[in-house]
């Protein structure tokens, strides 16, 4: 088989899969739809281990599959580019999706709507490879928008709940929002350029950097690199535009795991890694990143900290690692970007499944507040969640450390404007990532057990669904632990991804970080300016990982990740009665964090309101009162009045026709007289 | 293509529909109207198939025009029946022959009073508007135009809703006062040039006043037919009284006369005005697609909400033609093509909804999905394509257009582009009132899915809305020449 054939099965095998799944799932029956489901992306993941093997080997393709349109005098195709970047995202987003596949068995074993997942997340994965593995724009803005379709339909999977379907929604438009920035960055480069072949338009790109945007004066290409950055703010989640992510939790977890934690959130992210060549020229667009990626990183760290429900946690804790890896990107640190895009990929899937495990096992109550003491019953699942965890937090020697510790370096190398407040976000937000982190694991697994009592405060289970989650999808399962029971682990299906993601989120850092960060690895596909050292800098002083391991051990990162974990211990284990009287000091701060710092209250009031009342506005007074009411009705009223008076002169009366004849041929005879 | 037979493709494509109509009518009263609706498909079908020999031997290379046919018609006036189509008209006629299959298909079961009228209505109106998209000749393409109002204002007011004669006389007035502005400038033309052949007009010189006077007499007249704001309103009344069947091919075809005669008449024959004027029409353009984006998301109603979203996609065509670029006009064009899938699929969906539950009201609904799994599958897929998703139909003339209004000016692509987040917010906030949710009431629980014959229409579309989607290739190859011509003559102009 040659290599362009192989390319080509990579996205069509999960595309067939998702066909097959989706339309013929009932014939097939659930086991047939699974099978079907696997085999398409176990195949694509073959395919991009060989792929990357013959990359490995020196072999990179750029070429075109075939030619999408040809309008204007531009060439829109359909093509793959693929190179290091491409073939390491290719095996994150196989390998993550094969194991969200396998585990998805266990998951949705009782859901009604079993094949319709499958099909789903073949059909994600089908559009995520078309994303990463594309040479162009068109084929970029494409896979942008289809994953963004996946993520809406899996949001809304349980389509019964009203919150499910209001974040689906929510979700989408969102998204609409970046992607209207995406759209325009992706019009400026074809106006300017041409074409959107990503290696047109880098060659080009020293002709954008002295160009201005015509009629407005703006810096061409700054204007380029932060419109197609609002498009990733979008996708990847980024502070204004993050609000959709807390609430997408509304899927199914396995969902939460693939779309909106290893892979489509990081598209931007990917994205903007691919655009470097672009984005290396303009130092106001890596500055707009930076500031953005550390707000992001820190604020939304600390919204982790007020969260009950366990997958929200872990979505805030995504939220801040995708600001992490915006720093990244902001500080020309590209490869680090994609380093630690890989390592949370794994660690943040293990995660979100070990999360999903504890709610099999709590019988779908997703309220911390509930669990307690768990390790005892799930053993399995408390293992692979603390390797998880202490990933996330960066405990020397685990992957996340090795890439977290590479970011924060590259910030602290870094002048670009904003780098000081960047460093300051990234450090902070080390201690307060180990403490929501270790709150949760605290919370969950150790402790005094609080399940399976009759609970207190139903109310505060909040904008989680008590509504549906049991009526209608559990079949049967009550919502939680009834008094007495006790969490059992879950089954196989469940536990192998697990465990399987466990081992690269332990060591997948230490065996990458010497060729992916420093030694030039990822090779054309990533470009850095001379004018950003950072990361050559770093690099004259890496001395591998065994070195930075216990250069690690003793540095400030690693002291504020200790003081989490203290700190969460002694507020959650040691004194348990710490955290509410801690609430009732700083009652203000609180009352902002619980309530998200307000995002979600101003854009329902001001944007979701203010559309609506603008619509019914210009409907009411454009449309029926000032077009309709003034300019038809009265045009026609003006009509009538004519007919009215028109009318007058129809008076039947013989004289008056008499009359008016003789005084018209007067005034014609006068007029004619006079002019002749 | 070298040989193509001699057979006059086009004026069978204009007489067969109207001829079959004619028979469809001759077949009477309801007590046959099987015979009437088997007439019907036939002569439906007869019709496209006799188009596809158009896009066979069409050659995208050639300039001007192609498969002419002249005869005398009226000589005294120098009247001629003479028709040919060129990049910029061929695909509405198949696209016009195609959906006629599919608006009689779609009224096989839900029409049951004057059967044999209403499906002669359709077919008549088809062929009517075949003629419009052929004519090469003024009064020839004057008669076509008045004379397709007839059908359609009988289909409204005689199958429509409670309002029929209401919104069938708005619709009427509306359109007929913009056409006569629009025959004052027929005929100054031929008083000018002594021909009523429309080519010839595009070479005749003419000076600005009267090129000026020209467009807004057909900006008059073909505006009220798109419709552009602020004459749109009688769209929504139009749309909402029609059955099914009439909404589709307004939305599908007859929205497509006007837009057609800009590129046909008004940019041609009156360069100069156009490029001048092009501000104007742009900025109505806009305003379509943002006020009605707007306006589109405050609608109670089904129908009129797709209406709306209807005027705002077609304010992409007339901003597409207006900024006078290539990617601007295919832009259009292409547009034109995809909402004449993707408005007739929504039309068709609402039409499925309403036979079964007889309200139009999204607030009548909720949880459609729970009792019609399939069909809510199709209306998705068609609501995507209404927010222009890749991959669907909608995608490719919305995107096109984006890039030549960036082109043009960025603050243009700016407000264009606003139709990302206002057409996916009225859409999908539309399909989640109705379709998402808990079952909502006891109607919607009754619900039967969608059968054999509804399958057959939507999956059609679906498949005409996914290939366009992958594949516009052919879509935009066979326009090339023409839009490139085009363009080239307005930027010559005529004033020297």
């Not at chain 2, 207006?322 to 547009?335: H, K, R, S, T, Y």
């Not at chain 2, 960025?410 to 989640?432: P, R, V």
């Amino acid at each position: 088989m040659n290599m362009q054939t192989l390319y080509l099965l990579v996205p069509i095998a999960p595309l067939a899969g998702a066909i097959i799944a989706g339309l013929f799932g009932k014939t097939i029956g659930r086991t047939g739809a699974h099978i079907v489901a696997i085999a398409g992306v176990l195949a694509a993941f073959i395919a991009s281990v060989l792929i990357f093997l013959d990359v490995q080997a020196g072999n990179t393709f750029n070429g075109a599959l075939y030619t999408w349109m040809q309008a204007g005098g531009i060439n829109f195709e359909i093509g793959f580019l693929i190179d290091k970047l491409t073939v390491l995202m290719m095996l994150v987003v196989t390998f993550v999706s094969l194991m969200v596949h396998i585990y998805t068995i266990g998951y949705m074993a009782d859901d009604p709507g079993y094949q319709r997942f499958f099909s789903y997340i073949s059909l994600f994965t089908f559009s995520m490879l078309m994303l990463v593995m594309s040479n162009n724009f068109l084929q970029l803005f494409f896979g942008w928008e289809a994953v963004g379709l996946v993520s809406y339909l899996l949001i809304g999977f349980w389509y019964e709940r009203p919150t499910a379907i209001y974040a689906n929604m929510k979700a989408f438009l969102v998204n609409r929002v970046g992607d209207f920035g995406f759209l325009l960055g992706i019009g400026l480069i074809a106006a300017y350029t041409g074409s959107l072949d990503y290696q047109t338009v880098f060659d080009n790109s020293q002709n954008l950097v002295v160009q201005e945007v015509s009629g407005i004066g703006w810096p061409l290409l700054t204007t380029i690199c932060i419109c197609l950055f609002i498009g990733a703010m979008g996708k990847s989640a980024q502070v204004p535009l993050h609000v959709w992510l807390p609430d997408s939790m509304e899927g199914p977890t396995p969902i939460s795991a693939l779309i909106h934690a290893a892979t489509m959130v990081t598209a931007g992210i990917f994205m903007v890694a691919r655009m470097s060549p672009l984005f290396e020229l303009s130092e106001a667009a890596l500055s707009f990143v930076l500031v953005i990626g550390a707000t992001t990183a820190l604020f939304m760290g600390f919204l982790g900290i007020v969260q009950n429900d366990i997958k929200r946690v872990v979505a805030y804790s995504t939220l801040s690692q995708l600001g992490y890896m915006t720093v990244a990107l902001g500080v020309s640190a590209y490869s680090a970007a994609v380093f630690h895009l890989m390592t949370h990929a794994f660690f943040k899937a293990l995660l979100f499944l070990g999360a999903g495990s504890v709610i099999i096992g709590m019988r779908h109550d997703q309220d911390m507040r509930n669990m307690g003491g768990l390790w005892k019953y799930m053993p399995i699942t408390w293992a692979t969640s603390l390797l998880g965890t202490l990933a996330l937090i960066g405990t020397p020697g685990f992957s996340g450390f090795y890439s977290k510790d590479s970011i924060i370096e590259a910030v602290h190398a870094s002048s670009i404007p904003g780098s000081d407040y960047a460093f300051f976000c990234v450090l902070a937000g080390v201690f307060v990532t180990a403490f929501y982190s270790f709150r949760m694991y605290f919370l969950v697994f150790h402790g005094k057990a609080r399940f399976g009592q009759p609970q207190g405060d139903e109310g505060e289970h909040g904008e989680h669904s008590e509504h549906s989650e049991h009526d209608e999808h559990d079949h049967g399962h009550s919502h939680g632990l009834a008094p007495g029971q006790k969490p059992k682990e879950s089954p196989l299906v469940v536990t192998l991804p697990l465990i399987l993601l466990a081992i690269p989120s332990v060591l997948i850092g230490l065996f990458t970080i010497g060729p992916l960060l420093f030694g030039g690895w990822f090779g054309e596909a990533i470009f850095v300016s001379d004018n950003h050292p950072a990361l050559k800098e770093m690099a004259e002083s890496f001395h591998g990982w065994g070195q930075m391991l216990l250069h690690g051990l003793i540095s400030m990162p690693s002291g504020l990740a200790l003081a989490g974990v203290v700190m969460a211990w002694i507020f959650y284990v040691m004194w348990p009665a710490a955290p509410a009287a801690i609430r009732r000091v700083f009652g203000v701060l609180h009352t902002l964090l619980e309530n998200k710092y307000y995002f979600d209250r101003f854009n329902e009031i001001v944007f979701a309101g203010g559309a609506r009342l603008l619509g019914k506005g210009l409907w009411k007074q454009g449309d029926q009162n000032l077009i309709d009411g003034i300019g038809v009705a009265g045009s026609s009223r003006l009509v009538t009045l004519a007919a009215r008076i028109t009318s007058l002169f129809q008076t039947g009366h013989l004289y008056q026709y008499a009359f008016t004849m003789i005084a018209g041929v007067f005034v014609l005879l006068t007029f004619w007289l006079f002019l002749a | 293509m070298t040989d193509i037979p001699d057979i006059p493709f086009l004026s069978l494509a204009i007489w067969i529909p109207i001829l079959g109509g004619l028979l469809v009518l001759a077949t009477g009263p309801d007590r046959n109207a099987w015979m009437a609706r088997l007439v019907a498909l036939l002569t439906a079908i007869l019709g496209f198939a006799v188009t596809i020999p158009l896009y066979i031997y069409f050659d995208a290379a050639k300039v001007g025009m192609q498969f002419p046919e002249a005869r005398s018609w009226i000589a005294y006036f120098n009247i001629n029946y003479h028709i040919g189509i060129d990049g910029l008209s061929l695909w509405f006629v198949l696209l016009n022959s195609f959906i006629t299959i599919l608006v009689v298909i779609a009224g096989w079961q839900t029409v049951q009073n004057r059967v044999a009228q209403y499906m002669a209505a359709f077919l008549i109106m088809s062929g009517l508007m075949n003629g419009i998209f052929a004519a090469l000749d003024g009064v020839l393409f004057y008669v076509f135009f008045e004379a397709s109002l007839i059908p359609l204002y009988l289909i409204i007011g005689v199958w429509g809703g409670p309002n029929r004669v209401h919104a069938a006389i708005k619709f009427f007035l509306f359109t007929l006062a913009g056409s006569l502005a629009m025959l004052l400038a027929l005929l100054y033309l031929h008083s000018v040039t002594d021909s009523f052949d429309i080519l010839v007009w595009h070479r005749a010189p003419l000076s600005m006043v009267e090129q000026s006077l020209i467009f807004f007499a057909f900006l008059a007249a073909f505006g009220v037919k798109v419709p552009m704001w602020p004459v749109h309103t009688w769209l929504p009344d139009a749309h909402v009284e029609a059955p099914t069947g009439g909404s589709v091919v307004l939305a599908a075809i007859a929205l497509k006369l006007g837009a057609y005669g800009f590129v046909r008449f008004s940019l041609p024959i009156a360069p100069d005005a156009a490029v001048a004027y092009a501000p104007i029409v742009i900025a109505l353009s806009l305003i379509a697609v943002v006020y009605i984006g707007f306006v589109a998301l405050a609608q109670a109603d089904m129908k009129k909400l797709v209406a709306y979203s209807s005027i705002s996609h077609m304010g992409f065509v007339t901003l597409g033609f207006f900024m006078l670029n290539p990617l601007g006009v295919e832009g259009a064009l292409i547009q034109m093509i995809s909402h004449g899938f993707v408005s007739a699929a929504m039309f068709l969906c609402i039409g499925v909804l309403y036979d079964r539950m007889h309200s139009r009201q999204i607030e009548d609904y909720g949880g459609v999905v729970n009792t019609m799994p399939k069909f809510a599958a199709f209306f998705m897929l068609f609501a995507m394509a209404n927010c222009g998703l890749p991959a669907t139909s909608g995608f490719v003339g919305e995107f096109t257009v984006i890039l030549g209004a960036v082109q043009y000016n960025f603050w243009i692509g700016l407000l264009a582009a606003t139709t990302l987040i206002l057409g996916a917010a009225y859409t999908l906030w539309m399909y989640k009132r109705v379709v998402f949710g808990a079952v909502a009431n006891e109607h919607v629980a009754k619900l039967t899915d969608i059968g054999a014959r509804e399958f057959f229409f939507l999956a059609v579309l679906a498949a005409c809305v996914l290939a366009m989607g992958l594949y516009p290739f052919p879509f935009a190859d066979a326009m090339h020449t023409s839009v490139n011509e085009l363009l080239r003559h307005v930027s010559a102009g005529k004033l020297h």
